[in-house]
Structure formats: structure tokens, C-alpha cells
């Protein structure tokens, strides 16, 4: 492999790589700085920034790819059982929703135009589910899920925003089963109407404030249709909205999985607020891009560890009881609190431009770092596997590649550790550490190995990387899937 610096300014480094499959020609990867998950100033109890205050400061660090996760809708509508649906209380927030989704795409329209070396995507950030718990007589009511997210990228147009399967998105689109009930309605108003003609004032007004309170009632008869007092099932809401942004040729990716929101209410309204973890949530659904992971410190990350949640979801797609594979992204979810970018994605691109990064991303061609600009900076110059029978055949990071024999990989980078502190980088195979290197002030590590597949009876094999430093974990990689031939 060749690598080379080229100067530009900001100062990136471009890698330079080798054919990564026999049988293509030569193709270079650039290695590009990208921060996702960032939300804007439309969301005003949240941030201060604007769209283009955040890409310039993005570009000023540094940073060639945005991708924007501003929160699609935020509406809770809350309902006592046994009461019909017009006796419901609302509250809603800023979102997209709220502000437009026409008018947020035109937003994004000019801030691209301003910054034609950028690329810069719109998303949304989705919760598409939520269920309550308790009761509001008893001041022991709970809202549960409400931080339950997936991240939504992709979309084409303002259309396919408006009709995501998310709860309280009131679309009116009505669904083929609710239509007799409107036409029911319908009849017994107009039956109400003739009733009056003919003065039969009470009987006619009678079925008037029925017809009413049944419209009000099913009112917006739209696809929104959820039950909010069970979280039975409810990885079903999770999946339909994951088969929507799939069918829409979108992106989808699990949000925090591992963040947990518990705030107890100690207000006269005694609404209590919890979201636990939901790395689960990574087996109990299928289909999605990937999932993000914050390497902040305080951070819980323990799904990427070895073993854990996303080594179940890779080794069950390598043994072929899933149809793809489930890629990490770096997830800044930043609200403008701190440095803008310190969780990055190094994006290997072939091209610099918006269908390249979105390749990339449905790819997995990417790995997400920790980066603080006066303490911690790695970079990854090369991860890839050879076939010990033909040299010229390698793979890299979201590739898979078949080999007859042990499979020899090659891992290069260089990091800087302010104050010193030991680097530790693990290799994992289907959930195991297979190699742990540890290094101390050199700057820099240049390994090449063949592993030993003696007694590993998986057919399918999945390559990944962890780096610590000082016990953080710092650099996570995607896999490299290899198929053993006999």
C-alpha cells in the first residue's frame, strides 16, 4: 500500500490503496473527516446555532461531511382509560414537523449551494413510539420510550418525511380499514340533517353531536394508529418504520442505543420520564443501516465490545439468519454543547461527493474515532485481509472476500497521546479477541499477522477492530467478512 499526503487547506491526509478486489482496476480510497448526528437551531430550547453556522464551524475544523439528525416530531398526546379520544391531552415541541418540512429541505437547499466543497446531508432524528404507564389520578404516571430513536437519512423528498410511520404524525392518509367508519359517520350526520329538515329537532340533534364526537374521536383517521397504554409488541413500530425508510431507498440507523433517560417528575403534573437502554433492539429488528456509538467520556459503549449485541447481529448475518449486516457510525449527537468534533467518522471514499458518502454509509466504509484536538488524535491508515493463495486479492472495511487458508491481515495508523498513556488495539473474530497489541510513545503501529483458523469450525468469518487508550475505547472499526473456500 501506498500512502501519500496531499496538501490542501485543511490539511488532510489521503490514503492511497491498493486494489481492494482482483477483480476490479486500481481505485483510490480518500479518507474524509465526517461528524453525524448534529441538530440545529430549529429545535430553539435545544440548540442556538443555525445550519450554516454549524458548517462553517465544521469546516473550519477540519470537517468535509455533515450529516443534520434534527428532531422529526416531538407531539404527546395522553388519554385516560375508559374516556373517548377528543377527552386527550396534547403538548408538542420544536421539530421538524413543526417548523415545516418543506421549509427545512429549502434551508438545507441554500446551505449546500453556500458550501459547494462540503457535503452535507439532511436527516431527521425519529421516535417513531412511545406507551404510558401508571395514571395521571394516581400522580404515578410514567412516559416510557419517548427517547427511543432512530436516525433517518436519505429521504428524497418532503413527501416521504411526512409519511414516516411515526406515533402522532398526522398525516391524513386515511387506511382502507378505517373508511367504513367514516362513511358511517357521514351517515349519521346526514341522517342527523334530514331529521331537522323534517323537525325532528331532538332526534336530528342527537345524531348531529354523535356523528360529531365520532369524527372528532377517529379524527385524523390517518396511519397513525398506536397503542399507547402497552409496550407489547411494540418492536413492531420500531421495524415498519425501518421497512418504510428501506422501501424509500433511505438510511436507518439505531440512535444511543445504550443511553438511558430516567427524570422523576416532582411537579404538580407528576409526569415521570424514562427510556431505558435498548441494545437489544439491535437483534429484535432487522433491515436498518447500523447503529451509532458516542465515545464521549461518561459514555456507555459497552455493544461494541467483543461479544456483545453487535457480535450477535454480525455472527447471525456470517451464519446466514439475517440478510445484511449491521454497521457502526461515530454518533456526535450534538446540540451545541462542547467541541463540534470530537466523535468523527473517517469516511473512505472514492469520490468525494454526495452519492459516495451515502455509499459509504450503506456500505460500511467508515470508522468512527474519539478526537480532542490537544489530547487524543489516531488515524487508521490501513485495515484490510489478504487471501494467503493470491496476494493481489484483499478487502476492506464493509467488504468481504473469499480465501483459501489462514487469512492474513494488515493494520497500520498513527496516533498521538497527550499526556502519554499506553494504546491497546484488539482484534475480534465472530465475538472473540483473537490478538491484543499494546504500544506505549511510539506514535505509530504497523502489524501484519495471518490468523490461525485451527479448530474454528464457521465458515463465515467477521474481522473487527477496537483501539483503547488508557482503558477509553478511541477507534472502532467496521468488519471485514471473510468466506473460508476448501
Known amino acids: 500500500m501506498a500512502c501519500r499526503v496531499l496538501g490542501n487547506t485543511f490539511a488532510f491526509l489521503i490514503f492511497l490503496f491498493i486494489p481492494f478486489s482482483s477483480c476490479l482496476p486500481q481505485d483510490e480510497f480518500l479518507a474524509y473527516r465526517g461528524i453525524i448526528h448534529v441538530h440545529s437551531d430549529i429545535q ?17 475544523k477540519g470537517i468535509k461531511v455533515v450529516v443534520f439528525s434534527d428532531t422529526f416530531l416531538r407531539r404527546l398526546e395522553y388519554r385516560p382509560p375508559g374516556l373517548l379520544k377528543i377527552f386527550k391531552l396534547s403538548f408538542e ?4 414537523v413543526k417548523y415545516g418540512i418543506k421549509k ?45 430513536h432512530l436516525l433517518v437519512v436519505g429521504l428524497k423528498a418532503p413527501g416521504d418525511y411526512g ?16 373508511l367504513p367508519i367514516l362513511l358511517v359517520i357521514i351517515l349519521i350526520v346526514f341522517a342527523g340533517t334530514l331529521f331537522l329538515k323534517k323537525q325532528k329537532k331532538i332526534l336530528g340533534t342527537i345524531l348531529i353531536i354523535i356523528g360529531t364526537l365520532l369524527l372528532l374521536n377517529n379524527f ?21 418504520l425501518i421497512n418504510y425508510v428501506v422501501k424509500k431507498g433511505g438510511l436507518v ?55 456483545q449485541q453487535w457480535d450477535d447481529v454480525l455472527i447471525s448475518y456470517c451464519r446466514g439468519r439475517r440478510s445484511r449486516p449491521a454497521w457502526v457510525i461515530g454518533e456526535a449527537d450534538y446540540r451545541g454543547s462542547g467541541p463540534l468534533d470530537r466523535v468523527q467518522n473517517i469516511f473512505l471514499l472514492t469520490k468525494f461527493n454526495v452519492d459516495s458518502v451515502y455509499d459509504a454509509l450503506r456500505s460500511g466504509r467508515l470508522y468512527a ?21 493470491n496476494p493481489q486479492k484483499f478487502a476492506y472495511m464493509g467488504e468481504e472476500i473469499g480465501v483459501r487458508g489462514n487469512p492474513r491481515l494488515f493494520i497500520k495508523g498513527d496516533f498521538k497521546l497527550k499526556p502519554l498513556a499506553g494504546l491497546k488495539i484488539e482484534v475480534i473474530r465472530n465475538g472473540e479477541v483473537i490478538q491484543t497489541f499494546a504500544y506505549g510513545d511510539a506514535g505509530k503501529f504497523d502489524l501484519e499477522f495471518q ?23 478511541i477507534l472502532v472499526t467496521n468488519p471485514i467478512f471473510v468466506e473460508i473456500k476448501t
Open 253 to 307: 440507523f439505531w440512535a444511543h442505543p445504550e443511553a438511558i433517560e430516567k427524570v422523576l417528575s416532582m411537579g404538580p403534573s407528576r409526569i415521570n420520564f424514562y427510556t431505558p437502554s435498548y441494545p437489544e433492539s439491535l437483534m429484535l429488528t432487522s433491515g436498518y443501516t447500523g447503529f451509532g456509538v458516542n465515545m464521549l467520556p461518561g459514555t456507555n459503549h459497552d455493544l461494541v465490545l467483543a461479544g
Open 163 to 178: 409519511h414516516l410511520p411515526v406515533i402522532c404524525n398526522r398525516y391524513l392518509a386515511p387506511r382502507l380499514k378505517d
Open 44 to 60: 430553539q430550547s435545544q440548540t442556538i446555532y443555525s445550519l450554516q453556522k454549524l458548517v462553517s464551524s465544521a469546516q473550519d
Open 369 to 389: 474515532r474519539y478526537h480532542s484536538e490537544n489530547n487524543i488524535d489516531i488515524t487508521l491508515n490501513v485495515f484490510r485481509i489478504q487471501d494467503p493463495q
Open 93 to 96: 415541541q420544536e421539530s421538524v
Open 220 to 240: 385524523p383517521f390517518s396511519q397513525s394508529h398506536y397503542n399507547r397504554n402497552s409496550a407489547k409488541g411494540n418492536s413492531v413500530y420500531y421495524q415498519n
Open 451 to 473: 490468523d490461525n483458523l485451527a479448530g474454528v469450525k464457521d465458515k463465515k468469518l467477521c474481522y473487527r477492530m477496537n483501539i483503547f487508550s488508557d482503558g477509553k475505547l
Open 104 to 148: 427545512y429541505l429549502e434551508d438545507f437547499k441554500k446551505v449546500k449551494d453556500a458550501f459547494p466543497g462540503m457535503v452535507i446531508l439532511d436527516g431527521v432524528e425519529v421516535s417513531p413510539y412511545y406507551w404510558w404507564s401508571g395514571n395521571i389520578f394516581r400522580k404515578n404516571l410514567s412516559l416510557n420510550d419517548w427517547n427511543k
